[in-house]
């Protein structure tokens, strides 16, 4: 009876380790197959900045071109490959995580065929039951597509903004209440507003409060979803 006891006992074991090892590949798997690199640093006072990655999940080789015994093996790596103009940034964001627990930062990574990647970048750091770091966990995701576009917007808004700005024809946006959002240069010539300076924000009934009543019918009217139309009016500027 004690041998096959014995014997169950191991079966037992044999099917609990067969099961973490199905497990594991398939939490590998998918990890390795997700759109995030998953990474994880522990202390060392031999590092120049007191971590050490201690782990980096295979589909950084993917994403970024580097293997992961780049990351295990090689003292700073990391940091060398991150863009020179965002290094202060970075060092700075990192410099907070013992104060905060948190960081999370956006910034350029050098790829193995050259080039930079956008990666947005956080990470949690864990404290032991003394409060002491155990290890930071790390989480990345390549971003390059999202930069791209909405850098994109910025440079179309930037030329929106300057062909507006220098339009020939006296041009303004308001919001409900007739404050400023916008201006251009022969708008602010016609109304003599040059020394008010930026006029975001500014009321326009406030610049021009002799404005005739029915202009300000009008404005309420358009607000309203009217297409208002006038010719030629005559104003005389205070």
């Known amino acids: 009876a004690s041998k096959t006891f014995n014997l169950d006992a191991l079966e037992g074991i044999k099917a609990i380790k067969d ?14 197959t ?46 060398e490959h991150v863009h020179p103009d965002d290094r202060l940034r970075v060092r700075q964001a990192q410099q907070q995580l013992q104060a905060t627990g948190e960081f999370r930062q956006r910034y ?25 770091p155990l290890e930071i966990v790390g989480s990345w995701r390549d971003v390059t597509e999202q930069e791209q576009t909405q850098q994109a917007l910025r440079d179309r808004q930037v030329k929106l ?26 708008w602010i010539q016609d109304f003599q507003l040059g020394a008010v300076g930026d006029l975001t924000g500014h009321s326009h009934y406030e610049l021009c409060p002799d404005l005739p009543p029915h202009w300000r019918q009008a404005h309420q009217r358009a607000f309203a979803g009217e297409t208002v139309r006038r010719e030629e009016e005559f104003y005389r500027l205070p």
Not at 111 to 129: N, S
């Open 161 to 186: 903004d300057t062909f507006l700005a220098h339009a020939p024809a006296a041009l303004a946006m308001f919001n409900r209440e007739m404050r400023y959002l916008f201006a251009s240069q022969r």
């Open 34 to 79: 997700s759109a995030s690199i998953i990474s994880a640093l522990v202390p060392d006072s031999a590092a120049a900045d007191g971590w050490r990655v201690s782990y980096v999940s295979g589909n950084v080789l993917r994403l970024t071109g580097h293997p992961p015994a780049d990351w295990l093996e090689q003292a700073g790596f990391w940091f």
């Open 108 to 132: 350029r990574f050098r790829h193995r065929e050259g080039g930079y990647r956008w990666i947005d970048d956080q990470l949690q750091l864990c404290r032991g039951a003394d409060g002491q």
């Open 19 to 32: 099961e973490l090892k199905r497990t594991r590949s398939q939490l590998e798997h998918f990890i390795d």
